[in-house]
């Protein structure tokens, strides 16, 4: 079946720093990807939509300059948290779209990102 | 807009018994799907099911079933015989096309623990 890898799986990084997420789907073109956020028993919300090779497009109240989204092949995304600071410690999750629009998701496993 | 609703936040049982999770969904699309996930402590999202908007028949999937009604805009899942590893977070997830892109959303979730 349809594979998504994401890495790391869990980051500490220092205040201040910025921190690069990678999601890369493996045996399937992902026309467009999805990135979540999910703060400890919360739901999953959507920040942003990116198709490849156009601007992601990012959900009311998600910081696009903080949020930096890369979708540049069909293979692979990235999510860069830009400055991050102890408030953008979640639980982040790309999900990858290939090409059959909403017939299917596949996730991957997440990163754990604490910023201290 | 989509929405989606889980009003049960936490349900407790104990084993082999059945449980129900109920889902109720809006959206104004006559074209959409429906989904179930399974969130372990892991993380990581486990895909239970799939149902469009044109197909209501129900579904077995040995312990799950799935009921949808549309005239109540409703997806409930049922778990027969609870297990232990039945225990986890449980979203039920709304596709309708949002914009250019098909958007996965997400009610909030239900925490399931199964007591031995």
């Known amino acids: 079946g349809a594979v998504v890898s994401q890495h790391p799986s869990w980051v500490i990084c220092k205040s201040g720093t910025s921190v690069k997420i990678e999601c890369r789907s493996l045996?399937?073109?992902?026309?467009?990807m999805f990135w979540y956020r999910q703060f400890p028993k919360q739901s999953l919300m959507l920040m942003a939509t990116s198709n490849e090779g156009s601007k992601a497009t990012y959900e009311q109240g998600v910081e696009k300059d903080k949020f930096l989204i890369n979708h540049a092949s069909l293979t692979l995304s990235t999510l860069t948290v830009t400055s991050a600071h102890p408030e953008d410690s979640s639980f982040y999750i790309c999900?990858?779209?290939?090409?059959?629009?909403?017939?299917?998701?596949?996730f991957g496993s997440g990163t754990r990102l604490t910023v201290v | 807009a989509q929405k989606v609703t889980q009003a049960q936040t936490e349900i407790s049982v104990v084993e082999k018994e059945d449980v129900t999770l109920d889902c109720v969904y809006e959206t104004r699309d006559t074209t959409y799907y429906l989904f179930w996930y399974k969130q372990p402590p892991s993380g990581e999202l486990v895909f239970l099911i799939r149902r469009n908007s044109f197909d209501e028949q129900n579904e077995i999937s040995g312990r799950y079933s799935w009921n949808f009604q549309k005239s109540t805009s409703s997806f409930n899942f049922t778990i027969t015989a609870s297990q232990v590893v039945d225990s986890a977070v449980y979203f039920c997830a709304l596709s309708a096309r949002g914009g250019s892109n098909y958007k996965l959303t997400f009610g909030k979730g239900t925490l399931l623990t199964v007591n031995p």
């Open positions: 045996d399937f073109q992902a026309t467009t």
């Open positions: 999900s990858a779209s290939g090409g059959r629009g909403h017939y299917g998701y596949t």
